[in-house]
């Protein structure tokens, strides 16, 4: 008995040694930080590590994904490019947009995960030190050609400035999304909001987030 039991013992040692070690579950993304004096991208830099080794600033509390490509899922609809979404989103999104283009709805655009430092603190050269939620994939921006992103706009009218994107006339632009139209109210419907109608400063006609920021 004690032979045999020399002879298991000494096979799983062996068997070890030739075993391929199991690799963790690595995440990688490439961002940037947005200067607020230079008011340009800078530090364009590519991340990879182990997924046990984010920062909790790199994911994002509501929807558990975080800034990794590997959390993100990758959503193809007719006549629209390509785009990628926070996996525990993805089915609700392409459902939502696939019925919204089904009725007629002039989706033309869609633009979902993209990473950036574009929010909070700044660091000591004015860089943003928080991530955005487009870096999340929990962000979507739909026709960014026809709904600016507009600044000293607490509420909507000539005095607003516009920083991004195209003209939002929601009553003469067909692509321009409608306050009250069936787009805003099935995103809602699926719990992202609308950052036409967010508190403060700034009015992003063409974005649906879970924050609505």
Not at 102 to 121: A, F, H, N, Q, S
Not at 135 to 140: C, H, T
Request: proline share 6%; with cysteine; aromatic share 10%.
């Amino acid at each position: 008995m004690a032979i045999t039991f020399i002879r298991i013992g000494f096979l799983s040692c062996v068997l070890l040694l030739y075993m391929p070690a199991v690799s963790a579950q690595q995440c990688s993304y490439s961002t940037w930080s947005w200067n607020v004096h230079a008011k340009k991208a800078v530090q364009y830099r590519t991340v990879k590590k182990d997924f046990r080794e984010l920062a909790p600033f790199e994911r994002d509390p509501v929807s558990g994904c975080s800034v990794c490509e590997q959390d993100q899922l990758e959503i193809r609809l007719p006549n629209l490019k390509p785009f990628k979404i926070c996996k525990h989103v993805a089915a609700n999104v392409e459902n939502n947009l696939r019925n919204l283009i089904k009725t007629g709805e002039p989706i033309k655009t869609v633009i979902g995960y993209r990473v950036g430092l574009t929010r909070g603190p700044l660091d000591a050269q004015g860089n943003r030190t928080q991530f955005s939620n487009h870096s999340f994939g929990v962000a979507l921006d739909i026709n960014p050609e026809h709904n600016g992103l507009y600044t000293n706009c607490f509420q909507f009218g000539p005095h607003c400035k516009k920083i991004r994107g195209g003209d939002w006339q929601p009553y003469n632009n067909p692509l321009s999304i409608k306050p009250h139209g069936s787009v805003v109210k099935s995103f809602k419907a699926i719990g992202l909001k609308w950052g036409g109608e967010i508190q403060g400063r700034q009015k992003d006609f063409m974005h649906f987030s879970i924050t609505g920021y």
